[in-house]
């Protein structure tokens, strides 16, 4: 017998050089042994250096996906990352607003290369028409800022902005990520009643390609398997930080994200491939 095997579903952008996106988001629910489904929004060229272009897929097409998953294995929870355009984000609300499972929000706006993912009248309609129905919301510093329109140059700024998130927006709950302030990575949880910190060393590499897909994927397959918000986030947080640990110098920009189950254990592969 299988047990219960749980599922999730990302609706995403994709990244054909496998390190974002839709594509980071399978990997991840894989290692986290949850099944991975998928919605894609939209196409993106793109590699370790940057974007090199987008195409869009019409709402009509989107939605066709959405219900050939939804009406068939239906997940256990959802995450949405890059949704570019306010008519995405309004199918995307009315189909999630039917379900009642977990929903994890990575307000994607720019990728690490700087390459804009999202219109700029779309930065309004995350906050009024998705965020109200997120169960997590997992902002970097740069989305967290313009989410709640003021700055955020440190820790009590950013747990000011997690406070705003929940209590004027209406997430369930906000982390603010600490990759982009200075010092130790530090992420900061807020679910309408405490603060919870997850604090790890910051390691000293430019491979940090994919980074909060990875988190935000992580987190969402520990709510599939039913664990709490504070518990999804904890071992989310471990999961990327050995994730960006043994990420891959890969490509000639930014490097991807890896984990590979027993890697840690087992060492790193020789040239041929082989885990002594
Ligand atoms: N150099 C680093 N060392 C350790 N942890 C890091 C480092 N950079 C980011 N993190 C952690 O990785 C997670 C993702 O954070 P980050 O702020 O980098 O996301 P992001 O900017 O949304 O990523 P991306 O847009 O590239 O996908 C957070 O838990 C953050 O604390
Ligand atoms: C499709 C996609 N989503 C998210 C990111 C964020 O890094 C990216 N580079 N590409």
Same mark, same amino acid.
């Given at each position: 017998?299988?047990?219960?095997?749980?599922? *999730?579903?990302?609706?995403?952008?994709? !990244?054909?050089?496998?390190?974002?996106?839709?594509?980071?988001?399978?990997?991840?629910?894989?290692? +986290?042994?949850?099944?991975?489904?998928?919605?894609?929004?939209? $196409?993106?060229? %793109?590699?370790?250096?940057?974007?090199?272009?987008?195409?869009?897929?019409?709402?009509?097409?989107?939605?066709? %996906?959405?219900? *050939?998953?939804?009406?068939?294995?239906?997940?256990?929870?959802?995450?949405?990352?890059?949704?570019?355009?306010?008519?995405?984000? %309004?199918?995307?609300?009315?189909?999630?607003?039917?379900?009642?499972?977990?929903?994890?929000?990575?307000?994607?706006?720019? *990728?690490?290369?700087?390459?804009?993912?999202? =219109?700029?009248?779309?930065?309004?309609?995350? +906050?009024?028409?998705?965020?109200? /129905?997120?169960? $997590?919301?997992?902002?970097?510093?740069?989305?967290? =800022?313009?989410?709640?329109?003021?700055?955020?140059?440190?820790?009590? !700024?950013?747990?000011?902005?997690?406070?705003?998130?929940?209590?004027?927006?209406?997430?369930?709950? @906000?982390?603010?990520?600490?990759?982009?302030?200075?010092?130790?990575?530090?992420?900061?949880?807020?679910?309408?009643? !405490?603060?919870?910190?997850?604090?790890?060393? +910051?390691?000293?590499?430019?491979?940090?390609?994919?980074?909060?897909?990875?988190?935000?994927?992580?987190?969402?397959? =520990?709510? @599939?398997?039913?664990?709490?918000?504070?518990?999804?986030?904890?071992?989310?947080?471990?999961?990327?930080?050995?994730?960006?640990?043994?990420? /891959?110098?890969?490509?000639?920009?930014?490097?991807?994200?890896?984990?590979?189950?027993?890697? +840690?254990?087992?060492?790193?592969?020789?040239?041929?491939?082989?885990?002594?």
């Amino acid at each position: 017998m299988m047990g219960s095997v749980k599922s *999730a579903l990302t609706i995403a952008g994709t !990244d054909p050089s496998g390190g974002a996106g839709i594509q980071a988001d399978l990997k991840t629910f894989q290692e +986290r042994q949850v099944y991975g489904m998928s919605v894609i929004t939209s $196409v993106v060229a %793109q590699n370790t250096l940057g974007v090199q272009d987008v195409k869009h897929l019409s709402i009509d097409f989107i939605e066709k %996906q959405m219900d *050939a998953v939804l009406e068939d294995i239906f997940p256990q929870a959802i995450k949405t990352g890059m949704i570019a355009t306010v008519e995405m984000m %309004q199918l995307i609300a009315t189909k999630i607003a039917k379900t009642n499972i977990p929903y994890v929000i990575d307000p994607v706006m720019v *990728a690490k290369s700087g390459d804009s993912l999202m =219109e700029d009248q779309s930065r309004k309609a995350i +906050r009024d028409v998705l965020i109200p /129905l997120a169960t $997590v919301v997992t902002p970097n510093v740069p989305e967290a =800022e313009i989410l709640v329109g003021f700055d955020i140059k440190n820790q009590q !700024d950013a747990k000011k902005a997690a406070k705003v998130i929940v209590d004027d927006l209406g997430a369930q709950s @906000a982390v603010v990520k600490g990759g982009h302030l200075p010092g130790e990575a530090v992420d900061i949880l807020y679910d309408g009643n !405490d603060y919870y910190y997850f604090k790890n060393v +910051r390691f000293d590499t430019k491979h940090t390609h994919g980074t909060g897909c990875t988190f935000s994927a992580a987190i969402t397959a =520990e709510l @599939a398997k039913g664990k709490s918000i504070k518990e999804a986030v904890e071992l989310g947080k471990a999961y990327i930080t050995d994730a960006i640990k043994f990420s /891959l110098e890969l490509g000639q920009g930014n490097g991807p994200t890896n984990h590979w189950g027993g890697y +840690r254990l087992k060492g790193l592969p020789n040239q041929e491939g082989e885990i002594k």
